[in-house]
């Protein structure tokens, strides 16, 4: 049986454990000479993907482009020792560089042969939240042809963790009190605004302390408003695996919704979408719903840029406390304040534990080849209750994932496998990137997270 059908089989017959013991070091290609120690030759690298990370990879150094541009900033890869993981020549202004669009993880996903097996060698490296389910790591790693000559390995590594947090704009006219107990929302209550059901479209079921008076009359009475991604969303997947937790008819599998679609959208509840891909025009939306009002979802790195974090009691942007699933309430954030410095500005997800499901409970999590897509947290009793992993994607042998790639794609080179080794080296490391993450608005990953993703780095070659 050739290694690639090996790795497949699995996947297949056992996700996790199985996965990563038909990887045998010496079935790998190896560096050469020339690549063969960290950061020797590396060069400049691209990465696609998930907009949960965009505040990540800029405190890691990379530049962000289109559509949420930023940086590079004088920090992470180019500036850590060599020891935390760092490489000298990526520091700004150097010889070699990292860019990342944060387009959403359909782009991450589809660059890494989600679709059909086709491969964006374009990207050396992808970023998901929502990473390949188990028939499209298949085709990610089959190649787009039948040919067992395109055959790869691709790995999903867990980079960092953070909070979806749940934001709302107050129509004008319209207040809460900063105490937790006004800021809170039920989980029946967030299943049901976001599923528009019936008696839960007003401002009054979402937020029972708000107070004060629209054009229209009571805050209470007003409609309330869903802004969602207009992407495929990573950020939206874990959301929406919340609310399946709470709602299995309207969110759950037998829905038969898809990552961009909604309960009851049509009409007075048609949801609002923002202008383009990521978590930065959906807040953009929201906060220009000065009238109306509304509520969305994002990442807490994204909320606290675009002032979901708290000002005070006349503060009408913020995001709120959610129930967890033994009826307690957490908020997504360290410290929700707006004046919060350092890793003060870190995710409430230090303490929860994450887990698949169809797994066995002695081995709840698969290995950086097999599928991530069922792993969640959603039955935390800690911590912030809807917190999610995001990852980073990196082909095991980036020459067999140039093989067959489409006319006028470049070949991901030598020296770029080099680069993405190194760089994922550094985020994973716990005194390099993960040291950067509480401060940039995430959490560092959970010990067993990390112990998984430094095995898939180390599997990386050319």
């Known amino acids: 049986m050739s290694h690639n059908s090996m790795i497949r089989t699995g996947i297949a017959v056992a996700g996790a454990a199985a996965a990563l013991a038909l990887i045998p070091g010496s079935a790998s290609a190896a560096f050469d000479a020339a690549h063969d120690t960290q950061c020797e030759n ?81 990207f050396a490296f992808g970023g998901a939240d929502e990473p390949h389910n188990t028939a499209q790591l298949a085709a990610a790693n089959a190649g787009p042809t039948t040919a067992t000559t395109d055959n790869a390995t691709l790995h999903t590594i867990p980079v960092a963790q953070s909070s979806v947090a749940v934001d709302v704009r107050l129509p004008a ?81 037998s829905a038969g919704l898809t990552n961009q679609q909604w309960p009851n959208d049509a009409g007075a509840t048609t949801v609002v979408r923002g202008g383009a891909n990521g978590a930065g025009p959906q807040l953009d939306a929201l906060n220009a719903r000065t009238a109306e009002g509304g509520i969305a979802y994002a990442d807490l790195a994204t909320s606290r840029d675009k002032t979901f974090d708290w000002s005070g009691d006349s503060d009408a942007t913020f995001w709120t406390y959610v129930q967890r699933a033994n009826g307690t309430y957490a908020t997504p954030a360290v410290n929700n304040s707006s004046s919060a410095t350092g890793t003060a ?20 999590l698969p290995t950086t080849t097999g599928s991530w897509s069922n792993v969640d947290a959603v039955t935390t009793a800690t911590g912030y209750a809807i917190c999610a992993l995001t990852y980073s994607l990196a082909w095991q042998q980036a020459s067999l994932a140039n093989v067959n790639r489409p006319a006028g794609q470049p070949a991901i080179t030598q020296d770029q496998a080099r680069a993405v080794k190194d760089y994922l080296g550094f985020a994973i490391n716990a005194a390099g990137g993960q040291s950067q993450l509480a401060a940039a608005g995430y959490a560092p990953l959970p010990g067993g997270v990390r112990a998984i993703a430094q095995t898939g780095v180390n599997a990386l070659n050319y």
């Open 42 to 122: 590396a060069g400049s690298i691209a990465g696609i993907g998930a907009s949960f990370q965009r505040d990540a990879q800029l405190a890691w150094g990379a530049r962000l482009l289109l559509p949420n541009e930023g940086g590079p900033n004088p920090t992470g890869f180019g500036y850590a020792t060599a020891a935390n993981g760092g490489c000298a020549a990526f520091a700004v202004g150097g010889s070699r560089s990292v860019t990342y669009e944060p387009r959403g993880s359909g782009d991450g996903r589809n660059a890494f042969g989600a679709t059909g097996g086709v491969r964006n060698t374009n």
């Open 345 to 364: 500005r870190g995710s409430n997800c230090t303490t929860v534990s994450y887990a698949d499901p169809t797994l066995p409970a002695t081995s709840p």
């Open 173 to 253: 006219g319209c207040e809460v009190l900063e105490a937790a107990e006004d800021r809170q929302i039920s989980r029946t209550a967030l299943a049901g605004v976001f599923a528009a059901k019936s008696g839960y479209t007003t401002w009054g079921a979402v937020l029972p302390a708000i107070t004060g008076t629209t054009a229209g009359g009571d805050c209470a009475d007003a409609p309330v408003k869903r802004v969602v991604r207009a992407d495929s969303s990573g950020t939206t997947f874990a959301f929406k695996k919340y609310l399946a937790s709470i709602d299995s008819a309207s969110f759950g599998p």
